[in-house]
């Protein structure tokens, strides 16, 4: 799960994920395309919702993606257009480049759509983008299922 500082969208999704997730052996992780943040936990607001659903997201700390985590990752979701282009543009091989997904194109095929940044959104911006990444992460779980 990539965003860019790995403080709202993608620890929320990594939690949703992990959680929904439990039964199976699946390792779920996030990271930012930007360093802004490293070694912080998540913005309070997105601990908040996801507490409010019973996921606890608050030992999470950010990183910053890096070339590994082709290696490591089978999938790597991108939450918006511009991670996705930064992570295409890391991608050195054809396979790195299909290994990276837009989210919600797993809820919307070819939609294309991107999980907006609550950051400026208020609280209600942070119940948004909950209910989308968690109707995506429905999506993932059926398809590994």
């Given at each position: 799960?990539?965003?860019?500082?790995?403080?709202?969208?993608?620890?929320?999704?990594?939690?949703?994920?992990?959680t929904k997730a439990q039964h199976l052996?699946?390792?779920?992780?996030?990271?930012?395309t930007a360093g802004?943040?490293?070694?912080?936990?998540?913005?309070?607001r997105s601990i908040e919702i996801a507490k409010r659903y019973g996921i606890d997201?608050?030992?999470q700390r950010a990183r910053q993606f890096n070339r590994?985590?082709?290696?490591?990752?089978?999938?790597?979701y991108a939450m918006?257009?511009?991670?996705?282009?930064h992570l295409i543009s890391l991608a050195e091989t054809a396979i790195e480049r299909e290994k990276i997904q837009l989210i919600l194109n797993e809820k919307h095929?070819?939609?294309?759509?991107?999980?907006?940044?609550?950051?400026?959104?208020?609280?209600?911006?942070?119940?948004?983008?909950y209910d989308m990444l968690n109707q995506a992460c429905e999506e993932i779980i059926s398809k590994i299922e």
């Open positions: 799960m990539v965003c860019l500082g790995n403080i709202c969208r993608s620890p929320l999704a990594e939690g949703i994920l992990k052996d699946v390792i779920v992780d996030s990271a930012g802004y943040h490293v070694g912080n936990p998540p913005d309070p997201i608050s030992k590994l985590d082709f290696k490591e990752f089978d999938i790597i918006d257009k511009n991670n996705y282009a095929p070819s939609s294309f759509n991107s999980v907006p940044d609550p950051y400026y959104g208020g609280e209600n911006g942070f119940q948004i983008v």
